[in-house]
């Protein structure tokens, strides 16, 4: 079965440099936003404020959606639909531990990125910058999160 994995993704700029984490996946060192699979039942825009803290130590404000983009990895087949966000990110807590696998965070700027274009995790990584310089925004709330309770009101409803 080919299982699809949801994930979030944050963007955040300053002074033409972008935040992103050197990681171990797979045994080898890459360079990836700060991102992550979404929890069962966790909101979008909460696993990507989750994310952030957890691998940067950054907390995590989103502005827009910059980007949705679905990715199969060409070696193991497995599919990525990530939801890409930006804002900005504020209180850095340099004390913190931050999550398992990751090295450091580092603020990049494009080009550099694209000089490290084998170390990057995924494709996903640069178009996403790519089409937040472009002005690539959507609502934050562009996708609603239906719960079973929200389900079985509206079936009493009807």
Known sequence: MNKLHLTVAAIV??????LVVEELAGGQKVINQPAGHVEPGEPLRDAVI?????????RFEPAAISGVYLWQHPENGERFLRVVFCG???NHQAEQQLDEGIIRAL???RQELEARGPQLRSPMVLRAIDDYQDGHRFPVNMFQQIEIEDLAAHAQVV
């Open 13 to 18: 700029e300053r002074h033409r440099r972008y």
């Open 50 to 58: 989750r994310e952030m803290q957890e691998e940067t130590a950054w």
């Open 88 to 90: 900005s990110c504020l």
């Open 107 to 109: 603020w990049l700027s």
